[in-house]
């Protein structure tokens, strides 16, 4: 994962953050389609506050947020192997089971894995797929993927930007800023 290239028409990934030092992470999301950012940014624009807004409009003017573009390069499944070698259970194996079959990881499932890395270190988030505690997410590769990046750091904190929690948990490819 890195910072989005400003030559690069739109970014893959992108994480709303508060603006404080902390940048706490409110929503993420994923821009397989230039549009999403051109709606997202007409619909701030537009924020009138005398007016019922969507949710996630709100959420946004009402922390200030700002807007982090990211690139997504790949997972690092040698890394997961590595990482996940003391776990074990049915959730692992599936996972495991997933690398060994080098099934591909695409720009939903990156961002899934940072929504349920969010939600599963304490963290709630403004989206609505993946970010509840019930969910029928046990078992999934993503969640385990995000329980164990989560897990494998005490000061893992997701309060901070997305990008800092990847590059603590070295389970995906990521170049600082």
Do not use: C
């Amino acid at each position: 994962m890195r910072d989005r290239d400003p030559e690069e028409r739109h970014p893959h990934l992108y994480v709303w953050t508060t603006p404080t030092q902390e940048k706490e992470v409110l929503y993420i999301g994923k821009a397989a389609d230039p549009r999403r950012t051109t709606v997202e940014e007409g619909l701030n624009s537009a924020f009138d506050a005398t007016q019922i807004n969507v949710g996630f409009v709100v959420l946004v003017k009402r922390h200030q947020a700002q807007r982090h573009d990211l690139h997504y390069d790949s997972v690092d499944l040698q890394k997961v192997l590595e990482v996940a070698a003391p776990w074990n259970g049915p959730a692992l194996d599936t996972l495991r089971a997933d690398i060994a079959a080098q099934a591909p990881w695409g720009l939903p499932d990156v961002e899934m894995v940072l929504i349920r890395m969010a939600v599963l270190a304490g963290y709630p988030t403004g989206n609505s797929s993946g970010a509840g505690q019930w969910e029928q997410m046990m078992g999934d590769r993503r969640n385990t993927l995000a329980a164990i990046a989560v897990d494998q750091d005490d000061e893992l904190s997701l309060g901070k930007t997305v990008e800092v929690a990847l590059d603590k948990s070295k389970l995906m490819h990521h170049e600082p800023s």
